[in-house]
């Protein structure tokens, strides 16, 4: 098994670095939302890049950290290198492996830290691609567990000292885990994790993100973002 994952994590390494060769090509001729946009549109038709349910877990992600950073007046060249980052936060689980991540019973501390390591493989992977837009994404992949009151991981910082694209795909990838469904446990309804973000406002989370992130248009049916996402 070990053999295959680190089989499909040199693919994916290849491909992904591949279309940030194009990106820094393309650099010369378009803008950088222009470029990010395109990278986005090749990470999602490139099956390899994600597990099966990851996958949506990385396109909810992209949209609601996105969404949010329009809200706080991010640029489009920005709100465009956040969805990918919101894409890669979790590329480095593919070199924990499927069978650890997808592990029912509870996990030994060992194996913990192994899943938590994912945050210091995506940013291994990611810091190999050039260009300050992929040094961003490669931010986000390490630091989206850090917490507001520093007792994140993986180095507990805390705070501002969190970067701002690493807060806001927190936010977004807790509202997301919260309402799916897991092998060890059935989704959390959309009110419910809402109210748990907001309760964790100034604690886990920057507060005044989580205030705007409450305030967000859902379809509570499909968890979907309204087009008029802000009310």
């Not at 989206?144 to 990838?173: K, N, Q, T």
């Amino acid at each position: 098994m070990r053999r295959i994952d680190e089989a499909h994590e040199i693919d994916l390494i290849l491909r992904i670095h591949q279309s940030s060769l194009r990106i820094a090509d393309n650099a010369r001729h378009y803008s950088i939302r222009e470029c990010m946009n395109t990278f986005e549109s090749q990470l999602l038709s490139d099956e390899s890049l994600h597990f099966g349910e990851t996958r949506q877990h990385a396109l909810a992600v992209a949209d609601l950290a996105s969404t949010l950073s329009t809200i706080i007046g991010l640029t489009a060249e920005e709100v465009a290198t956040l969805r990918v980052a919101g894409l890669l936060h979790d590329v480095g689980k593919v070199r924990v492996g499927r069978t650890l991540l997808e592990k029912s019973d509870k996990l030994s501390s060992d194996e913990l830290c192994e899943v938590q390591n994912h945050v210091h493989y995506g940013f291994e992977i990611l810091s190999q691609l050039e260009g300050p837009a992929m040094a961003k994404v490669a931010q986000v992949a390490l630091s989206h567990h850090e917490r507001w009151d520093g007792s994140g991981y993986p180095h507990g910082i805390a705070g501002h000292a969190i970067p701002m694209f690493a807060r806001l795909v927190g936010i977004a990838d807790v509202y997301d885990a919260l309402t799916t469904d897991r092998v060890y446990r059935p989704a959390y309804s959309h009110e419910y994790a809402v109210e748990w973000i907001q309760s964790q406002a100034g604690k886990l989370f920057d507060p005044e993100l989580a205030a705007l992130f409450s305030k967000l248009n859902f379809d509570q049916d499909t968890r979907i973002l309204r087009r008029n996402s802000f009310h």
